[in-house]
T-cell receptor, first 117, second 108 residues
Framework: NAGVTQTPKFQVLKTGQSMTLQCAQD?????MSWYRQDPGMGLRLIHY???????DQGEVPNGYNVSRSTTEDFPLRLLSAAPSQTSVYFC????????????????FGAGSRLTVL | GDSVTQMEGPVTLSEEAFLTINCTYT??????LFWYVQYPGEGLQLLLK?????DKGSNKGFEATYRKETTSFHLEKGSVQVSDSAVYFC???????FGAGTRLFVKA
């Protein structure tokens, strides 16, 4: 009964380093997404996926890459970290294609706090 | 594009006070509307939702009514408790868009 699992919970990077935030869900959800949470700005959508092999950009995609090779996993890659990417990152998933039914409720992971020096 | 605007916080109330957190939205089509709550150190979790106009979502004493004519989905609770202290987010689908969040402090 794990739900959405994110790793790591905390990470400190130096400018220019790369890393991958992992996200896995065991609910057979088709829709998965990544958000970043910054003070006063709520949650902003980075990338999302409506199924394996399908990804698309959200509101703030620059500097991030995603892939969806399986239904369960949706990793978020930072190619060259910048201080502006210091944030708390949340992965979320929902049943269905995301757009197919507007009533889909998101299940969130516990978050990953990233600091870029 | 779609957007959500909610009242700025923090909101500080005494226990048993009445709570209202305002939320208005802009969207094409007929989105579903949600309130999520985030307790300290945790991810967001669904508090309540409404899928069509005039629907009322309710949970744990919280209520919100989907008002299409005023494009609003205000969150209310008649008597808040210390345990309600959290950050509350209004959101709309289809590609879930969140408001900025409102932090609530409830004093004993």
């Amino acid at each position: 009964n794990a739900g959405v699992t994110q790793t790591p919970k905390f990470q400190v990077l130096k400018t220019g380093q790369s890393m991958t935030l992992q996200c896995a869900q065991d609910m057979n959800h088709e829709y998965m997404s990544w958000y970043r949470q910054d003070p006063g700005m709520g949650l902003r959508l980075i990338h999302y996926s409506v199924g394996a092999g399908i990804t698309d950009q959200g509101e703030v995609p620059n500097g991030y890459n995603v892939s969806r090779s399986t239904t369960e996993d949706f990793p978020l890659r930072l190619l060259s970290a910048a201080p502006s990417q210091t944030s708390v990152y949340f992965c979320a998933s929902s049943y269905g294609g995301g757009f197919a039914s507007g009533a889909n409720v998101l299940t969130f992971g516990a978050g990953s706090r990233l600091t870029v020096l | 594009g779609d957007s959500v605007t909610q009242m700025e916080g923090p909101v500080t109330l005494s226990e048993e006070a009445f709570l209202t957190i305002n939320c208005t939205y802009t969207a094409t089509g007929y989105p579903s509307l949600f309130w999520y709550v985030q307790y300290p150190g945790e991810g967001l979790q669904l508090l309540l939702k409404a899928t069509k106009a005039d629907d009322k979502g309710s949970n744990k004493g919280f209520e919100a009514t989907y008002r299409k004519e005023t494009t609003s989905f205000h969150l209310e609770k008649g008597s808040v408790q210390v345990s309600d202290s959290a950050v509350y987010f209004c959101a709309l689908s289809f590609k879930t868009i969140f408001g900025a969040g409102t932090r609530l402090f409830v004093k004993a």
